[in-house]
């Protein structure tokens, strides 16, 4: 059974930083893409970062450009969302996903999913 579970979302001010963390079992995603994707009340899902299975590429939402970073740990089947300089507008659910194709930013392409995280940034 494959399973994303996610971890590192909380209560931040703003300007301040967290980083997410999503733990992969049951399988590996050789090849694969990851990402990151968040929901906040009353909005659609919106992809945030993505990266490639080596880590050599990644997508960026433009409102998070310069503060977030995506990276993966290939050797722990791990991927992480550093986020710094959060801002109000961040406040969400933040979930990753898993795909089984090498590159795609969206998200009905994502075939497994975490429980997602609560990020909340406060003034």
């Known amino acids: 059974q494959v399973q994303l579970v996610e971890s590192g979302g909380g209560l931040v001010q703003a300007g301040g930083s967290l980083r997410l963390s999503c733990a992969a079992s049951?399988?590996?995603?050789?090849?694969?893409?990851m990402g990151w994707f968040r929901q906040a009340p009353g909005k659609e899902r919106e992809t945030v970062a993505v990266?490639?299975?080596?880590?050599?590429?990644?997508y960026y939402v433009d409102s998070v450009k310069g503060r977030f970073t995506i990276s993966r740990d290939n050797a722990k089947n791990t991927v992480y969302l550093q986020m710094t300089i959060l801002k109000l507008e961040d406040t969400a659910i933040y979930y990753c996903?898993?795909?089984?194709?090498?590159?795609?930013?969206?998200?009905?392409?994502?075939?497994?999913w975490g429980q997602g995280t609560q990020v909340t940034v406060s003034s």
């Open positions: 996903a898993a795909t089984t194709r090498a590159w795609t930013l969206s998200p009905s392409a994502y075939d497994y």
């Open positions: 049951g399988r590996t995603f050789s090849g694969s893409a």
């Open positions: 990266i490639n299975w080596s880590g050599t590429y990644a």
